[in-house]
């Protein structure tokens, strides 16, 4: 009895050690399936923040197929080791929109020359700023730089020279968000203190993050029709790389591998869900999806609309702040060839409140308590790697839960 008891214990203890590798290799077979079917004769993809973690994962899955790369990185000596012929590394520096600007137009060209296939964009680079730092020089906090006025300089500005120049292959854009944007408060009040420069939101993260989805939401019907970008957006779950954790010592950091392979995506996994938004049937066709993992969880056109008072102030505050229009020629931002303007919005301040905020919120908190239930009761099944039984208790699981 003691025996088998230890038996059991350490083909579990086996099976929970190369579970994360297991998952490692099934999420790089799935993006080779991908990209076999995506691809065409020659696909372009571009990421920024690609010298480590999940961009840079996603740029090494990448270089195996018949993709080329243009890689935005801050440390481009970092980002060259390991490249080859078929990758560009290029200065960006997010946090100068100088060197944004430089970006799209190296990015542009990239983009619209080579033969038919794949043609992406993927906003990957993050920051998280533990405490409140150093102004940039154009007075807005870093965490709101990087995460959202410059990716959207960098794809406003790439949309109006594929506009000008009339590009032949349509590209998608992947917004790399977070799920932390549903704890995000940005709201009217927020947002004006943002643009007053007085900046405390104290969520700046979750903020920046939330930002990105509101802009897409609104956005990305014009960039469609006029740049022919479609833009998305992915939330890649918590992955395992050392986002936001710069501060932690190394050798803590080293001694917590272990339980972080247990309890977070490995960087194939969260390089999978971000390529995977460019790689289906609709990734030029539709716009303004976001998904979790593969799973599109919100169309954002649609879900957010109630907010568009409030993505209206956004847009017009991160086009004055990165000052897109004089970049781009003086030409000012549109929805379908509209200007925006106070008659567009069609909600009511209430009902914006009423829906926005609550609804979504809910929709995330049972999305989270479903996925983890689903999760717990089929670990043994995913562990013991029968898949056919794993996929079997996740469909009976899912008429199940209530919520
Ligand atoms: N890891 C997670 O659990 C998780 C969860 C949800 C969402 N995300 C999102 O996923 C994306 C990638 O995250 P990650 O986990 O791979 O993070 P990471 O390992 O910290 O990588 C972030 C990348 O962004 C680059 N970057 C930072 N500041 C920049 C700047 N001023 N200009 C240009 N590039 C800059 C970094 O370059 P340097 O290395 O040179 O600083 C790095 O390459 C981020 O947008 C993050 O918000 C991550």
């Not at 890649?236 to 001694?255: H, Q, S």
């Not at 995977?276 to 056109?301: C, I, M, N, P, W």
Request: charged fraction near 30%.
């Amino acid at each position: 009895m003691r025996k088998s008891a230890l038996g059991i214990s350490a083909i579990l203890g086996v099976a929970l050690l190369f579970e994360p590798w297991w998952r490692r290799w099934r999420a790089e077979r799935r993006l080779k399936e991908l990209l076999e079917e995506h691809v065409g004769a020659e696909g372009r993809v571009v990421i920024t923040g690609a010298d480590r973690g999940i961009g840079k994962e996603l740029a090494r899955l990448l270089r195996h197929s018949r993709v080329s790369l243009l890689l935005g990185c801050l440390s481009t000596s970092a980002a060259e080791a390991g490249s080859d012929a078929k990758t560009a590394i290029s200065n960006l520096e997010l946090l100068d929109f100088d060197s944004v600007q430089r970006f799209a137009e190296e990015a542009h060209e990239f983009l619209r020359e080579g033969k038919p296939g794949l043609r992406m964009l993927v906003n990957n680079a993050g920051y998280k700023e533990r405490h409140e730092g150093d102004r940039t020089k154009y007075g807005t906090g870093r965490t709101w730089q990087i995460n959202f006025l410059g990716p959207f300089l960098l794809t406003e500005f790439l949309a109006r020279r594929r506009e000008r120049d009339e590009v032949q292959y349509p590209a998608s854009v992947i917004n790399v968000a977070s799920g932390h944007e549903s704890e995000s408060n940005l709201n009217k009040v927020l947002l004006d203190s943002l643009e007053a420069g007085v900046e405390a939101t104290g969520h700046d993260y979750a903020d920046s993050k939330r930002a990105l989805l509101l802009w897409t939401s609104v956005r990305s019907q014009s960039l469609a029709l006029k740049g022919e970008l479609y833009a998305h957006a992915v939330s890649p779950g918590k992955v395992d790389t050392r986002f936001g954790c710069d501060e932690v010592p190394d050798l803590l950091w080293f001694l917590s591998k272990p339980v972080r392979m247990c309890l977070f995506r490995t960087t194939a996994e969260g390089a999978l869900s971000i390529a995977a938004a460019g790689l289906r049937q609709h990734a030029t066709s539709k716009f303004g999806q976001y998904f979790r993992g593969e799973e599109l969880v919100e169309d954002l056109v649609v879900w957010r609309m109630p907010e568009k008072r409030l993505s209206v102030q956004l847009v017009r505050w991160a086009a004055r702040a990165s000052a897109l229009e004089p970049r781009s020629g003086g030409r000012p931002l549109d929805i379908g060839g509209r200007s925006l303007s106070v008659s567009d919005l069609l909600v009511e301040q209430g009902e914006e409140d009423r829906w926005s905020s609550a609804e979504r919120r809910w929709s995330s908190v049972s999305n989270l308590s479903r996925q983890v239930s689903e999760e717990i009761l089929i670990l043994p099944a995913r562990i013991s790697g029968i898949r056919w039984l794993a996929i079997r208790l996740r469909e009976r699981l899912l008429r199940w839960l209530p919520f």
